[in-house]
């Protein structure tokens, strides 16, 4: 055993490997979830550095938390590997390429966008946005509206939305009739050990950091003290991944505070899709139009950094909370009225569009692409560069 122990440390990469690995798996991040493969191909079978069970066991954690899962799963990896800094390391390294890109757009989009060239890309764009909600919505409720019950969930919470009803409580109105209407019992995992109070220190780093962190910039400056609440408040509120947060994001940065019009965010969504990473990296975009490059900055860490204390603090009870069928219950109902959620944003989306038959053949195009598992990327660019001369 203490031979297995020396062979198994010995495995274990520097913080700088992890940090470059993923810097690399990072300028390549493109395709949302399907990361997941390629984390896994990194991490288990190139270079053996957890073994499968053990994969399996943090991808079912990201996936069942809220928040975005290709970068929880990452920053797992880095913590069974390295604790803390390890976390960091993976975090950092597969969020900075979609970061620093994402950035350079923004200040790009915010000196040009009213000039001829740009005004043409970003209203095809703007169909281009509807046209991936709409396939979102489509693919994301095909995995989970099983029963008549996730239809009805489902079309219930897009009425109440259309009815003005703070998204917030209808998350919280759809786990309270998940527990209720749903007969799911916690499922049985093989039961991991880890070290409860090593995890726990870490997290009390962590949102120690972060709280620190929110209160400094109370007294720095209002609107950025704003965002770093407002953005967790979107992720712990956020099941089933990115397009999840999407509209709750929506409804705080354009509907609660008026931050940014319905354009401007489609828009940043826009650009997101053409970059590396997850689509709450939009939260970059948003960051910088409100107060430049330290909005940026704070708007990213806001949006991901929850993600890190999740990952941290629920480890240890994850085999718990995966048996409870209360939880389980529940998050079927709030899975449910995401698709719901991703609906409704999809109806306001397609309402600040004025459209005509141009723009219909065009959104009608690109959802066909989509439907048909075109990359995103290209029928982004693509349909960019269309837009330039049809519009």
């Known amino acids: 055993r203490r031979m297995n122990n020396k062979i198994e440390i010995s495995r274990r990469p520097s913080i700088i490997h992890l940090f470059l690995s993923f810097l690399r798996l990072g300028l390549?991040?493109?395709?949302?979830?399907?990361?997941?493969?390629?984390?896994?191909?990194?991490?288990?079978?190139?270079?053996?550095?957890?073994?499968?069970?053990?994969?399996k066991h943090g991808l079912t954690l990201c996936q069942t938390l809220p928040?975005?899962?290709v970068v929880n799963t990452a920053s797992y990896i880095g913590l069974r590997l390295r604790g803390l800094p390890g976390m960091l390391a993976c975090f950092v390294g597969f969020l900075l390429p979609a970061f620093l890109m994402l950035l350079a757009f923004s200040i790009i989009y915010h000196k040009a966008h009213n000039l001829p060239a740009m005004i043409s890309?970003?209203?095809?764009?703007?169909?281009?946005?509807?046209?991936?909600?709409?396939?979102?919505?489509?693919?994301?409720g095909k995995g989970t509206l099983k029963q008549r019950k996730d239809v009805l969930l489902a079309v219930i919470s897009a009425t109440v939305l259309l009815l003005k009803v703070n998204p917030f409580f209808v998350i919280i109105g759809a786990a309270l009739v998940g527990i209720i209407a749903y007969d799911i019992m916690g499922s049985k995992m093989p039961s991991m050990s880890f070290r409860s109070s090593g995890?726990?220190?870490?997290?009390?780093?962590?949102?120690?950091f972060f709280v620190t962190c929110i209160f400094f910039l109370l007294f720095l400056n209002k609107r950025l003290f704003d965002l770093a609440l407002v953005m967790p408040k979107i992720v712990l509120f956020s099941f089933g991944g990115g397009y999840?947060?999407?509209?709750?994001?929506?409804?705080?940065?354009?509907?609660?505070?008026?931050?940014?019009d319905s354009k401007t965010f489609m828009d940043g969504v826009a650009l997101g899709q053409i970059?590396?990473?997850?689509?709450?990296?939009?939260?970059?975009?948003i960051g910088y139009l409100l107060e430049g490059v330290l909005g940026s900055v704070v708007g990213t860490l806001a949006v991901f950094f929850p993600g890190l204390i999740l990952v941290t603090v629920t480890l240890p009870f994850f085999d718990k909370l995966k048996s409870s069928r209360y939880f389980m219950r529940a998050t079927?109902?709030?899975?449910?009225?995401?698709?719901?959620?991703l609906l409704f944003v999809a109806i306001k989306f397609a309402l600040a569009v004025p459209w005509d038959v141009i723009k219909v053949v065009l959104g009608l195009a690109v959802l066909t692409a989509l439907v048909k598992k075109v990359d995103i990327l290209y029928v982004v660019l693509i349909g960019a560069v269309i837009s330039v001369f049809i519009f």
């Not at 390549?28 to 994969?55: C, Q």
């Not at 095809?124 to 909600?133: E, S």
């Open 275 to 285: 970059t590396p990473g997850p689509i709450l990296i939009n939260a970059t975009f």
């Open 332 to 341: 079927r109902g709030i899975l449910a009225s995401f698709v719901g959620l």
């Open 199 to 208: 995890y726990f220190k870490d997290a009390l780093i962590l949102f120690g």
């Open 67 to 69: 928040g975005p899962m």
């Open 121 to 140: 890309v970003f209203e095809g764009l703007q169909v281009i946005v509807v046209a991936i909600i709409l396939n979102a919505t489509l693919s994301f």
């Open 244 to 260: 999840g947060a999407l509209p709750l994001m929506f409804h705080e940065v354009v509907e609660a505070k008026a931050w940014l």
């Open 28 to 55: 390549t991040a493109f395709g949302g979830l399907a990361m997941i493969a390629y984390i896994k191909e990194l991490s288990v079978n190139k270079n053996k550095w957890i073994d499968e069970d053990s994969f």
